[in-house]
């Protein structure tokens, strides 16, 4: 299923967003369409308006919905008068005429996640009084109207699916008992499945669980709801991340298709992997949401398989000439940078530079709820000692000490320096001697003992990811060092949610106001935020120059939009030896 098309100008949601509104668009579709259709699959594309969350700034237009609530809905919203509606239900009509033209075997009409067709079914969000609003009927017939209509003009034995949102996660909008009639009506409707999705409401974030640490099939039980109240095919979404997982849903009847999204982002072979019994071969995603905070670099990509976006451009071919290189540091960015420098043909050292093997995602992978992190750092290490490239604990110094143990005179190195930087570290009068950073924590270089009272200053993930290992640890720890803006912002804010979650169930005392976490309280402790037998500074890293000799690539950062960025550099810089 092809990622949504917008039905009509005004309903882009983001840049490059696929478009299905004009008969201009099919020639491009069309060869999509053929190459899916090529490799063996069924090509399906969805079709969509993002309503009220599209982009004024791309398209020049208001945001657009079924009403206007002050202080939920923007405030430049656009309500649709019932001719408006009326013209976008033919849009959509159009687009699945224009998608069967192009060649796809069906479409799924994206009515879930706070889009268009969302707003008008979610009493929420619909307060109107015409045809479009009012008791469920009618705000069923937005919807109901788009799928008899594309019936229509695509063909009566042209597939529709319906995309759902079973559980919007919005006070008194969609929740499962509503989402069950919606799907029988859409059985009664003739629809040929029901995909079900959530979220979309103002309290998703809270509810869904879609980041490292949550589980798999976090959203099966919605599924299940539905299917067991359709005949028609039902398909699950949401963490389905291994072929065991889908084989279960599948022979529990829980649902008839699964559906897999960041799974294919981190390793598009996923499927055929599976087939072929390579399951343990699958590159896998981590839940850490890089990949949906494009919106700072558009285009799909993720933090473990650089080459996602950019298949056609990191096309691998071997170097003229192979030379030794040598990559300090053994974070992600060093490993990728040693994966592709070895596809090219060179012969390749990875010293480790003081950290594991992973370097900071190893030691958040130490951290609870974060385990399945340790997966990237598997899949790394099974393909680089495939790959023939050599992993040396330790520090490099230099070619004449590197180990190099081919026959002749040692040749020229290149270098790629992909180190963390140095902690960052504050000095404050009365901690002498009782003080640390992060990154002494989480390598275990520090250890204060069980139930000793840490202070952890800093704001940013690593701050309180450091906070909750030491919690997780035994200790009395209060996270210092909030600011105005709040804490975690350098993260995706489901990350952050789920974060400040598990600090709470851990017992972290979380100090937000900057001035306490840094001033006078902090050192006397004859205030309200008490005494310390230990201060962690958990503030980052400063960068280093490198050393004469040395050629910087992709740094080791902690946190994952970051790190898929220094990843991106490592991977590039690599590619061009």
Not at 157 to 183: H, K, N, Q
Not at 270 to 282: L, S, Y
Not at 382 to 397: C, P, T
Not at 416 to 442: E, K, Q
Request: proline share 6%.
């Amino acid at each position: 299923i092809v990622e949504g098309a917008a039905v009509d100008p005004g309903g882009q949601g983001w840049r490059n967003h696929l478009a299905l509104y004009d008969r201009s668009h099919i020639p491009g579709l069309t060869r999509l369409a053929q190459a899916i259709k090529d490799e063996g699959a069924v090509p399906f594309i969805q079709l969509m308006h993002c309503g009220l969350h599209s982009r004024p700034d791309l398209t020049g237009v208001p945001p657009v919905g079924p009403s206007h609530i002050p202080g939920v809905t923007p405030d430049d919203t656009h309500v649709l008068t019932t001719a408006e509606a009326d013209a976008l239900v033919e849009a959509f009509a159009r687009a699945a005429l224009y998608a069967r033209e192009a060649g796809f075997a069906g479409v799924e009409i994206h009515a879930a996640h706070g889009y268009l067709i969302t707003s008008f079914l979610s009493p929420a969000y619909n307060h109107r009084t015409d045809a479009y609003g009012g008791d469920e009927d009618r705000r069923f017939f937005f919807l109901e109207r788009i799928v008899r209509r594309s019936r229509g003009l695509a063909g009566e034995d042209y597939p529709l699916l319906v995309r759902l949102s079973v559980e919007e996660y919005e006070p008194g909008g969609i929740d499962t008992a509503m989402s069950v009639r919606f799907s029988r009506r859409l059985e009664g409707l003739g629809v040929a499945g029901i995909d079900c999705s959530a979220g979309g409401g103002r309290k998703a974030s809270e509810y869904m669980q879609m980041t490292t640490g949550c589980g798999e099939a976090t959203l099966l039980p919605l599924a299940a709801a539905v299917r067991a109240a359709v005949k028609v095919p039902v398909i699950a979404v949401g963490r389905i991340l291994t072929p065991a997982t889908a084989e279960s849903i599948l022979a529990e009847g829980q649902a008839d298709l699964v559906a897999l999204g960041r799974a294919l982002l981190a390793d598009p072979d996923w499927a055929v992997k599976a087939r072929t019994g390579k399951a343990n071969e699958i590159i896998p995603c981590i839940g850490c949401n890089a990949c949906q905070q494009r919106r700072h670099s558009p285009g799909a990509f993720c933090l473990v398989n650089a080459e996602t976006g950019h298949e056609v451009e990191l096309l691998r071919s071997k170097a003229a000439a192979p030379r030794p290189v040598v990559v300090l540091g053994a974070g992600l960015p060093g490993l990728e940078a040693a994966r592709v420098a070895a596809l090219r043909g060179h012969h390749v050292t990875v010293y480790t530079e003081g950290l594991p093997v992973g370097g900071l995602l190893s030691l958040r992978a130490r951290v609870p709820g974060n385990a399945e992190l340790a997966g990237a750092v598997a899949y790394f290490t099974r393909e680089l000692n495939r790959l023939g490239v050599r992993i040396v604990d330790g520090s490099y110094a230099g070619p004449s000490k590197s180990g190099n143990d081919r026959a002749g005179p040692v040749e020229e190195e290149f270098v790629l320096d992909t180190r963390a930087g140095v902690a960052l570290a504050g000095n404050l009068p009365g901690y002498a001697g009782r003080t640390c950073t992060h990154l002494d924590i989480l390598t275990q270089n520090c250890r204060p003992a069980a139930g000793a009272k840490v202070a952890v200053v800093g704001n940013g993930l690593l701050a309180g990811e450091t906070a909750l290992y030491l919690a997780g640890e035994g200790m009395a720890v209060t996270l210092c060092g909030g600011k105005p803006s709040g804490l975690f912002r350098d993260t995706h804010p489901a990350i952050a949610r789920r974060l400040g979650e598990r600090l709470a169930a851990y017992g972290v005392r979380v100090v937000d106001e900057p001035d306490r976490a840094l001033g006078h309280e902090l050192l006397s402790g004859q205030t309200s935020l008490g005494s310390f037998d230990v201060l962690v500074w958990a503030m980052g890293f400063s960068l280093d120059q490198p050393e004469p000799g040395y050629v910087p690539s992709g740094h080791d950062v902690y946190e994952a939009y970051k790190a898929r960025q220094e990843l991106w550099a490592a991977s590039q810089l690599a590619q061009s030896l």
